[in-house]
């Protein structure tokens, strides 16, 4: 090509971390080439293996070890398929090649494996291990629902499950002395990458000029004032289909993985303020505090990887018509904070879904954080419900999230919001009245159907059809209407 | 309580002491090679099907300039380019063609194909082809009365015994009914993949993920205009098949063969998850019509049905499967008058293929509807309904097809799993307990399965195996069959080393390879142990008696007293290490390998009589699976799964007992979650993990016991008086279907049967609560 070109080498961008025992440095990464294929193709580690590439099937399962927004070193699995590389730096990946010791020595989870005979075709395998592996650096003894949570994200076709469930069982009951050795190897690991990202400034790469990874939002912001038309990366729960499967240019990426301010979660007065970076596990670790109902339907969204992935602010920002955490957001009321270069502004999470595809965010704008108000009441009804064809790991067919709040001495506060209803995660404005005004009809059915109706017209797709839909919605509802009025709760979890 | 019961499941399969997969410390540590793990030369180039976006109509032209100068890519060739035939049917019926360039069958078509540098490259560019078309209306719903015009892709099969038109004229009731059976996506761990290397002359050595590698053989050479013998096929394992790679594979590798034969380069194709989903079939879903006639104690007298099966564009193994589905439309139970007609219908759809049960899954869910549909109209347990049908001595022993069933122990099975599980108490108790709850819901259900044992196509039904014995007493067996994770090798490894007394460690296992054992069938039918396992037994028991022959005439002992066994051979009251044994027999030049041939003998099939004897033996089984619904959402939870199940004497009960649960979880998903959907265009929307939902471990039933039923033996001379494991638990999941429908139907009293389709999704659960609740109204 006849450019003119200056001879000024552009400064080269260096994205570093550890992979197992190795110190890896790559100098001008492609910014949307997968940790798997990097694994695979580059570096000719190939126990880490390739069963779907869109983060639904585990078989890339690694664990991410990483110095969170505390200062604590903190390794959590993830979908190799479907993380890129700029998103690693300063962390400690371990692959399956990184369990077994020096001298071939088997980890106690590969042990518990080969015990219970948890492999056939061998193929999902070692995401299995490695699921297991972060299921067994979290601590002994754990039960079997978090067993069960643990393997949500890896899929397997021949054994049917039990064998590696009774591993799950077998390794974590063992091996409490090697895993206070590892404690210390932690620490080891902790002062390595502390070291590694001291004094680094925060990456922008200028050629190509592709990817960024600012540290504050100071930067994120000036980032984004010059780069309108880039990709926001957090997660990549999402992104990394759009690279996949898609083949969408998603150049400029700004990665703000390294923003802590962007993770914290608050409680402030009467509400909790949550990061935009806050992941669902992080959630997890509070949300249900405060609304113990939550930790259910996080915990049917994705798998274990995901949850570790995925953000709050991925979520809410992709405007997804399901929009797993939206409607619990728009039901409680919650407020987001958007931030650009020059101001920031609040809005209701609710108005920003404005049509499918279409949010209230401006060119250069990021959001920053979430407000949930906390229940003003202790008889707060709340409750949030979601369905899918396979129960956990499944994209929603229908959602919905129901917040009544009862007072005396003024109107009540009712917010019923649904996901999978609407081209938007929307509240069901008729349904809502309905409930207000007490309709006491003999036929309570047909006026729940008929305001449902009237609020929604949803799609027939491969998830189920208009009718399915409308119908969850409506036997959704009696269910929270049942709990309202007669503390009913029905739960094919907690059983008869 | 549970517990405890589990853990004495386990603890059974443990006494009897068994080996564990032959590959599983590999497994773990990562270290077990796939195909694409496989290191390959550094200029290997990477090929990738562009495919078409529309399910029907014609080409008018494809303008490649995007494809042609995208980065990295090397070639592009189409249809025209095919050195050889362009046809990969395996029944030779030359309806497949590798790639098409005028008429569209199905969405996701193979059109041509992209050489490139890189996979990425390749991918990309198949992506970029502009197509210009002409779209018709595809033939999509073979329950569809209106196309008159569908096509059969092969000839139907009529099963037809009796008179069923007195049979049902002089029944006292009569039912008729039709059910819509859904299809099954196999998703293999590892996706379909294949290597094409350049050897001299022209030759290939292909590694294929396939479980028929003589298939890939010939496919390669018919492509490519070679004879077979410039063909090399191997395959050392691959990530899961379930059928997905007897005939699926043959597209893959003839790209990657021809792919090489065009550049002279190592050339790997592995689709996406995504394209792999889109381009390779799946089972056949079925739309069943029946009429049964029985009299007032529910035994049946007559039986008609038709089973129209969604066969896709070609007909692939449509012919095998949909025959395989009349074989089991009887399952347990005797049919004095039936007649069973196959409707194998051209579909404008990924053509249809083997997958776990061949058909036989869906023949057998119509004999359980006929149950359900007797029992609820009687108003009976299914149970009761069950017994009084089950196949006897005599006359009541004659299958559809003329076959006696001589081996039937389904009432023993039935009787003590009856007992074990508890099923009247626990049955009587949720009764109970439906009446008094409104939105939550139990069900139970046990069904049996009586599952035919070989290739209907009988000149399958042979094997061939090599064992060489080497020098230093380590031993290498090679034998026909493929491992895909059912523990064939484990299982094979066993019996040679019970036969020739040496330890698992000292013996392996190499690649399953065209140029070792010629003409091999495909891994399939559960047959693999009982074809290469005794294959592999014959040609072990050669080298064996020639050891005794040079034993006993040199050391003058009496074969009779000679004892192979923990890497030692004894006589005369000393022991001897093997190794030197066979040193010294190779010193007298006496020959350490042999090789072993095993056909199975009895089996006779003529399919225009529809009489025979297509199978050597019967397995059987039975579950009981009970189930809790939300009526409000149609959500269910399976909670506990009690199962019985014969393997006769098994060969390994570690294996086989990870066969059966594995089996029944598939099938769970088979008859609950795993949907398939095509829009009214024919595009198939649900081809990625994320929209295709397979069991997970939270989907397992949370008390799940499985026992084998150890006093079972096989009747017929198979190795070591076992049984094929593969396919038969797979239908065990029938009872968790019923457990859904009886659930369901305590929505109105059990006044109704529900004749829930499948999969019984939430959808097709709450559309069916409400419609049995109007019905009742009505």
Known sequence: ?496 | MKVKKKSKAVTSAKELKSEKHESLKKFVTGRALYIDDMPTEAETLHAYIGKSDFARGTISEIDYKDVNSFPGVIDVFTAKDIPGINDISPTGMNDEPVLVDKEVSFFGQPLFVVIASTRAQARMAASLARIRKEEKEPFLDVSDKHHKDYKLVTEPLILERGNVTEGLSGSKNRVSGNMHIGGQDHFYLEGHIAIAKPEESGDLLVFSSTQHPSEVQHMVAKVLNLSSNQIVVRVKRMGGGFGGKETQSNLFAVIAAISTHRTGKTVKIRPDRDDDMIMTGKRHSFFVEYKVGFNDDGQIKALDAQLSAKCGYSSDLSGPITDRALFHSDNCYYYPNVRLVSKPVKTNTVSNTAFRGFGGPQGMLLAERIIQEIAFFLNKDTLEIRKINLYAKGKRSITPYYQKVTDNISERIIDELVRSSDYHTRKKEIMNFNTGSQFLKRGIALTPVKFGISFTATWFNQAGALVHVYTDGSILVNHGGTEMGQGLHTKVLGIVSSVLGVTLDKIGISDTDTSKIANTSATAASSGSDLNGMAAFFAAKKIRRRLENFISKKYKVDKKDILFTGNSVIFDGQEYAFSEIVRNAYMARVQLWDSGFYRTPKIHWDRKKGKGRPFYYFSYGAAVSEVLLDVLTGEYRVKKVDILHDVGQTLNPTIDLGQIEGGFIQGMGWLTNEELYWDSLGILKTHAPSTYKIPLASDRPDDFNVRLADWAKNTEKTIKRSKAVGEPPFMLAISVHEAITMAVASTCNYKINPRLNTPATSEIVLESIGRIQSENLV
Request: with cysteine; proline share 4%; aromatic share 10%.
């Open chain 1, 1 to 496: 090509m006849a450019k003119a070109c200056d001879n000024k080498k552009p400064p080269e961008v260096e994205i570093q971390f550890y992979l197992n025992q190795q110190f890896i440095s790559v100098s001008n990464p492609n910014p949307t080439e997968t940790l798997l294929d990097f694994l695979r193709l580059n570096l000719k580690l190939t126990g880490t293996k390739e069963g779907c590439a869109e983060g639904d099937c585990g078989a890339c399962t690694v664990l991410i070890g990483k110095i969170n927004e505390y200062g604590e070193l903190v390794y959590r699995t993830a979908n190799s398929c479907i993380i890129f590389l700029p998103s690693l730096a300063y962390c400690h990946v371990i692959s399956v090649e990184g369990l077994t010791g020096k001298s071939g020595e088997l980890h106690p989870v590969q042990e518990a494996m080969i015990e219970a005979s948890g492999a056939q075709c061998g193929f999902c395998t070692p995401g299995f291990v490695m699921s297991l592996y972060g299921l067994w650096l979290k601590g002994s003894k754990p039960s079997k629902q978090k067993i069960l949570d643990s393997l949500q994200g890896n899929l397997c076709r021949c054994t049917g499950y039990g064998p590696i469930i009774e591993a799950a069982f077998k390794a974590t009951k063992a091996g409490s002395i090697s895993r206070k050795g590892s404690t210390l190897q932690q620490r080891n690991w902790k002062n390595k990458l502390t070291k590694l990202m001291n004094g680094k400034e925060s990456i922008v790469s200028e050629i190509p000029k592709s990817f960024s990874l600012p540290r504050t939002i100071l930067e994120l912001k000036t980032i984004l004032s010059h780069n309108k038309e880039g990709t926001i990366v957090a997660g990549s729960t999402d992104i990394g289909l759009w690279v996949n499967k898609s083949f969408k240019n998603v150049k400029p990426m700004i990665f703000i993985g390294q923003i802590d301010e962007l993770k914290h979660i608050k409680i402030q007065n009467d509400k909790i303020v949550v990061g935009a970076m806050a992941s669902y596990t992080d959630l997890l670790a509070v949300l249900p505090r405060y609304f113990p109902e939550l930790k259910q339907y996080i915990n049917q969204i994705g798998g274990d990887q995901i949850r570790n992935m995925g953000t709050i602010g991925g979520n809410i920002a992709n405007g997804s018509p399901i929009g797993d955490l939206a409607p619990i957001l728009i039901a409680l009321g919650a407020k987001m904070a958007l931030v650009n270069h020059v101001g920031s502004r609040k809005i209701n999470v609710e108005s920003f879904f404005q049509s499918y595809g279409c949010q209230d965010l401006k060119p250069g704008e990021f959001i920053r954080y979430f407000e949930i108000p906390l229940k003003q009441k202790t008889d707060t009804k709340f409750r949030v419900y979601k369905v899918a064809k396979r129960r956990y790991e499944d994209i929603t067919t229908v959602s919905a999230a129901f917040y009544f709040e009862f007072f005396a001495e003024r109107q009540p506060i009712v917010r019923f919001a649904f996901g999978g209803m609407a081209e938007i995660p929307k509240r069901a404005l008729t349904l809502e009245k309905v409930f207000k005004e007490q309709a006491s009809s003999l036929d309570q059915d047909l006026i729940i159907s008929k305001a449902i109706a009237m609020d929604f017209s949803p799609l027939t797709d491969c998830r189920g059809s208009s009718e399915f839909r409308l119908k969850l919605a409506q036997n959704l509802f009696k269910k929270f209407a049942m709990y309202v009025n007669e503390g009913i709760e029905i739960d094919i979890e907690k059983g008869p």
